[in-house]
Nanobody, 118 residues
């Protein structure tokens, strides 16, 4: 199983980034996908999730209206479009996968760094 996150980088406040997470080694269509983030000295926190078919999404209040999660099941890839970025969005972003009938996140990617300068 592999979750390969990419797309992080350094951006100015107000800018945009698009994260991607390519999955392999499991049946992607049977898994809900999510993004979490962790800033230095802080707990890992939920950012956004998308159900296995892509029709249902959920967001943390802090990113609603700015971030959009989506998935392409044909490519086994989940995306996070991040607009109007703020310095407090700076963190390592991780993608995660869970079987659609479970509540615990089973697989985790290695993370990609997002840094937003003010």
């Amino acid at each position: 199983v592999q979750l390969q996150a990419s797309g992080g980088g350094l951006v100015q406040a107000g800018g945009s980034l698009r994260l991607s997470c390519a999955a392999s080694g499991f049946t992607f269509d049977d898994y809900d996908m999510a993004w979490f983030r962790q800033a230095p000295g802080q707990e890992r926190e939920f950012v956004a999730a998308v159900r296995r078919r892509g029709f249902e999404t959920d967001y943390a209040d802090s990113v609603k209206g700015r971030f959009t999660i989506s998935r392409d099941n044909a490519k086994s890839t989940v995306y996070l479009q991040m607009n109007n970025l703020k310095p407090e969005d700076s963190a390592v972003y991780y993608c995660a996968a869970r079987e659609f009938y479970r509540s615990d996140w089973k697989y985790w990617g290695q993370g990609t760094q997002v840094t937003v300068s003010s």
